[in-house]
């Protein structure tokens, strides 16, 4: 068995066909094909089921693929440890950042460590949350911010760093903005911005709709870009979700009084379980902590319990 068929199962379950795998690791699909059929001639036993649509592992192709992303990650965070050992302040730490997450906090964290480590090279990458996992376990990135599941793995452990609310807004000077009550109906007639099925927020904002009994709005943009969101909402009457206080890091924006208090989640860090992390993803974790630390007494929640539905209404 070779590093290469490793290297292959971690893109042929990531990708789910061999085009794609082929394609993903710039290699000749009989090359994929072949290599393929090399590993389980060595295992003795098919990892993946072959079908018109592609490939889908096997529980043996489940399994194995952690085992090989285990492989994989090491050895990537093994080489980056001996880069760090002959200069500590040249690193390289790799964060995931949610799509329209709570990245306010992920910048000012990196704006901080920079002072402290100009140096350090600091890659983010932005995704779902299904995705930021397969990475993170493959040892692609070394850590994910963002907001934290409900759900726990044995290959994951969560840092919890604060509380994050959930707010509707709309542009300072929105033909809502100066109502002092507003209900969600009425607000089903403007346009909306809201962000792809594969976010955590879009999850959020499906459920807000439904316990309302009322469809998602007609009028709308789905993106998970946040510049382009930005932009929409501040030229056009556009509304959307977003994690406040809207105002303390939103300018020319405004939350709409909406008679639907929002609960939030809990926002914190995600990191693979049984794996050793460089002095860069330790320095930033450790800035990461004390800019939430800082802003906790200025305008967010201490972390508690976050259980339930993102959204209580009343």
């Known amino acids: 068995m070779k590093l290469r068929h490793l290297v292959l199962v971690d893109a042929l379950t990531r990708q789910g066909s061999v085009i794609g795998a082929a394609a993903g690791l710039h290699i000749t699909q009989p090359v994929a094909t072949r290599t393929l059929q090399e590993l389980e001639a060595i295992l003795g036993v098919p990892l993946y089921e072959r079908g018109p649509r592609g ?107 604060y509380e994050e609310s959930i707010e509707i807004c709309a542009r300072a000077k929105h033909p809502m903005a100066q109502r002092r009550r507003i209900t969600l109906a009425e607000l089903t007639d403007y346009p909306w911005i809201i962000p792809g099925t594969e976010t955590a927020l879009r999850r959020e904002i499906d459920h807000l709709f439904t316990r309302h009994a009322l469809p998602l709005p007609k009028n709308r943009v789905e993106t998970p870009s946040t510049p382009i969101v930005r932009q929409l909402l501040i030229k056009t ?21 909406v008679t639907c208090e929002p609960i939030g989640h809990t926002v914190g860090i995600t990191m693979a379980a049984g794996r050793a992390l460089s002095d860069s993803a330790n320095a930033l974790i450790q800035t990461l902590q004390a800019v939430a630390a800082q802003r906790l007494g200025d305008e967010l929640t201490p972390v508690s319990v976050a259980e339930g539905s993102p959204f209580k209404c009343g």
């Not at 009457?237 to 009084?257: F, K, N, Y």
């Open 237 to 257: 009457d556009s509304i959307t979700v977003l994690p406040g206080p809207i105002e303390s890091h939103e300018l020319g924006l405004r939350a709409l009084p």
């Open 55 to 161: 490939v889908t592992p096997t529980t043996i192709g489940r399994t194995f693929t952690v085992h090989a992303r285990a492989v994989l990650a090491h050895l990537s965070q093994a080489g980056r440890q001996v880069t760090e050992f002959v200069d500590p302040h040249r690193g390289t730490v790799v964060v995931g950042a949610h799509a329209t997450g709570p990245n306010a906090l992920l910048v000012q964290a990196i704006a901080k460590l920079k002072i402290e480590r100009p140096l350090q090279t600091v890659v983010v990458r932005e995704s779902s949350p299904e995705v930021l996992s397969a990475e993170l376990e493959a040892g692609r990135i070394d850590l994910i911010v963002g907001q934290l599941t409900s759900v726990t793995t044995k290959s994951e452990l969560y840092t919890p760093l």
